[in-house]
């Protein structure tokens, strides 16, 4: 009987010495010392010894027991401490990947900034509006094209007998009427704002951001538009870029321009880029008597101008991004995103 307990001592101590890690570690101590376990049932035979044999029998035991769990102990340390990762508190900490804001918000922060110093308001109107404000009231005729339904989304809604249907903006310029509408002169507002139009190619998405300028007071002139738009010409692009106004038609401006601004690439003298000199930045013009008729405005008191130009082209047009297809600024596609 001694000699069971003794090769089962130097069987467990092999086992122990072998393993490789705490789990197994744990199933060979349940095998030994478990309630069915090896040493549980062999220390139960000490019923079945012999009164004079039932001492050493005692002893043995014992010393089995403890060399075991020694050994136990010892092997738990061993796996534990190569277990352990080796840490040092004075190397560099991996940093948390950080987002950034969008190329459009950047815009957006930028051209906000520049209108704000020179004392506009930044508004924020209804991007789902009626008819009157998107067209009606900016003089748009009955029959204009832009208010087809081929150009702009109608949204599926009872139509006001007041307003007419419902759309999403094509334009910021809606805002201008509900600015008149709700604030007297003098009025100085910059909205920036998503527009909706149906439209998809490389260089036209659904949905883009528009920024709009309106000023409305007494003797307010084009003087006052060419120097706002210079200023914004100036502080945003470069002290070196010069504008110049093109006669143009647009339905809620009278006169109209076209915005254009000297061409980077070729200072004003002619490039492949810009072809003579300037590039096309967007329109502007006098606020037509109608639309601040319609606003409730006397066109003999005050009159106005107005601008609305896109941001995305704008900030391209900074930046010297050529984006070979603009649906790719809103795919959320990390590899793209991350060069902008
Ligand atoms: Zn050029």
């Not at 030994?32 to 090896?38: A, Q, T, V």
Request: aromatic share 10%; with cysteine; charged share 25%.
């Amino acid at each position: 009987m001694k000699e069971d307990l003794i090769n089962l001592k130097n069987q467990a101590i092999a086992q122990i010495a072998e393993c490789k890690d705490l789990e197994e570690l744990e199933q060979i101590r349940i095998d030994l010392f478990g309630r069915s376990g090896k040493f549980t049932l062999a220390s139960k035979e000490i019923a079945n010894i012999p009164v004079e044999e039932k001492k050493q029998f005692g002893i043995t035991l014992n010393e089995v027991k403890n060399t075991l769990e020694e050994q136990f102990a010892e092997k738990r340390n061993e796996l534990n401490n190569n277990a352990r990762v080796w840490f040092d508190p004075t190397m560099p900490s991996k940093l948390p990947k950080l987002g950034k804001l969008h190329m459009v918000t950047h815009a957006i922060n930028e051209i906000a900034e520049v209108f704000e110093k020179i004392g506009f308001t930044r508004m924020k109107y209804p991007e789902v509006e009626f008819d009157y404000f998107a067209f009606g009231a900016l003089n748009f005729p009955e029959n204009h094209p832009a208010r087809d339904d081929w150009e702009t989304f109608f949204v599926d809604q009872p139509e006001s007998k007041k307003y007419g249907p419902m759309l999403l903006t094509p334009h910021t310029s809606s805002g201008q009427i509900r600015e008149m509408l709700s604030n007297k002169p003098p009025i100085r507002m910059i909205n920036i704002a998503k527009c909706y139009r149906r439209q998809i190619d490389v260089s036209h998405y659904p949905m883009f951001h528009q920024f709009e300028g309106l000023v409305v007071d007494k003797d307010i002139s084009i003087t006052h538009l060419r120097g706002t738009i210079d200023h914004f010409a100036k502080s945003f692009f470069g002290p070196e870029r010069v504008t110049r106004l093109r006669p143009y038609h647009f339905q809620f401006t009278e006169p109209s321009f076209e915005v254009d601004i000297s061409c980077n690439v070729c200072n004003g003298k002619g490039c492949k880029l810009c072809k003579e000199g300037w590039l096309e930045i967007g329109g502007a013009g006098m606020v037509h008597p109608n639309v601040l008729s319609n606003c409730g405005l006397d066109p003999k008191v005050y009159s106005g101008f107005a601008f609305g130009w896109g941001v995305e082209r704008t900030y391209m047009m900074k930046s010297g991004l050529s984006v070979p297809d603009i649906r790719l600024l809103y795919s959320s596609d990390l590899r793209v995103l991350k060069q902008l």
